[in-house]
């Protein structure tokens, strides 16, 4: 890509260049390119984040960099709550492994020309490219970094690293062991787990443990034979053979019966199902992720869970923080969930404070449902207030 070295005088520079980009490294990098005295540099980490960011600065008139891969809204989706909320913004889209800028209206705009000039992105992409990779087998751009999980917000050291955790265990088949309390998103771990996994194009089976009565659980893991019991008239797989070439969620496995506890042992160690009923052992390709909000070593003690077991599934432990463990994310969290469910609207700092003093027992979840609530009291009001704060 061949570019200029000056900026022409004839466009006008605007005060604000807003940078939006989950990647701190990529932020830290266009805030130090962008060094023009005219220009006011204001980051984002997240859509939610850009769109409050926005409000708040003369309506977002400027132009906002854009880096696709948001960890909570598709870009195509961005970019029309960018045109019909804030028109005076000029989009424009950084494809970092080519460089290129583009502006929101498919071509290269004057500014657009000027932004990369004195970003110089021919040489500014190759260094922040190293943060993509490209799926060779579909040629879509998968997130490498560690910055980010896909429908998960964190800045704070103690996510970072769940991040990092999450995101080096992938592309492995290791079994990996989720724990946390309830409400911190075990969930979306293990599905990033499998989304950014060789096995992604291959089913995500999830079955939830405390959910199914015990005399179903066997039969709903391992399937059951014809005849194997009353209303059995044909047999059937279980979850297991389901998600043969994929990957297998366990949640709740602290709540798995003894019982059955040996035979999904005898199922992580050998690859082998048996179904209820029958003699047939039936070989399965799967990777299994399993998540649990008990204390499972106490569990052992109490002689409730097999330490055998244990120690097949924490091959890879990630333990998730209570959100009171990680309130330096309070605020974008929340931002997240307003845009999520009513974006437009603002979070003040009166809420906000009442929202930092309340424990969280219910976690990322509790957080989640207060935020719903609060914009339904808010009603036309631009500006969620304490009052609307139910806790």
Known sequence: MQVTSFVPQEVLFP???????????????????????????????????????????????????????????????FQRMIQ???????????????????????CSSPLARSVMDLLNMDRFAAPLASVRAIDDESGRALRRDANTLRGMVGETDPMQSVF?????????????????????????????????????KQAFVVMNCSAIPESLLE??????????????????????????GGTLFLDEIGDMPLSLQSKLLRFLEQGEVQRLGGNDNLKVDV?????????????????????????????????????????????ALAVSFIARFQAGKVLSEEALTRLRAHPWPGNVRELRNVIERATILAGQEREILAEHIVL
Do not use: C
Request: hydrophobic letters at 40%.
């Open 219 to 244: 039969a709903e893991l391992f399937g059951y034979s014809k005849g194997a019991f009353t209303g059995a008239v044909q047999s059937r797989i279980g979850r297991v053979h389901a998600a043969h």
């Open 287 to 331: 990777r299994v992720v399993a998540a649990t909000n008990v204390d499972l070593k106490k569990q052992i003690e109490r002689q409730q869970f097999r330490e055998d077991l244990y120690y097949r599934l924490a091959v890879f432990p990630i333990i998730l923080p209570p959100l009171r463990e990680r309130m330096g994310d309070l605020r």
């Open 15 to 77: 005060t604000n260049v807003f940078v939006v980009s989950s990647n701190a490294n990529i932020r830290a990098g266009l805030r130090e390119k962008l060094s023009y005295p005219r220009w006011k540099v204001v980051e984002a980490g997240s859509g939610a984040v850009a769109l409050e960011v926005l409000n708040q600065h003369r309506g977002g008139e400027g132009v906002l960099l854009l880096d696709p891969g948001l960890p909570d809204l598709e870009p195509g989706e």
């Open 84 to 106: 019909r909320r804030f028109p005076n913004t000029q989009v424009v889209t950084m494809n970092l492994q080519s460089g290129d800028l583009v502006s929101r209206d498919g």
């Open 164 to 200: 990092r955790m999450t995101r080096m265990v992938a592309a492995r088949d290791t079994t990996v062991l989720v724990m946390g309390e309830s409400g911190t998103g075990k969930d979306l771990v293990a599905q990033e787990i499998h989304q950014i996994s060789p096995r992604r």
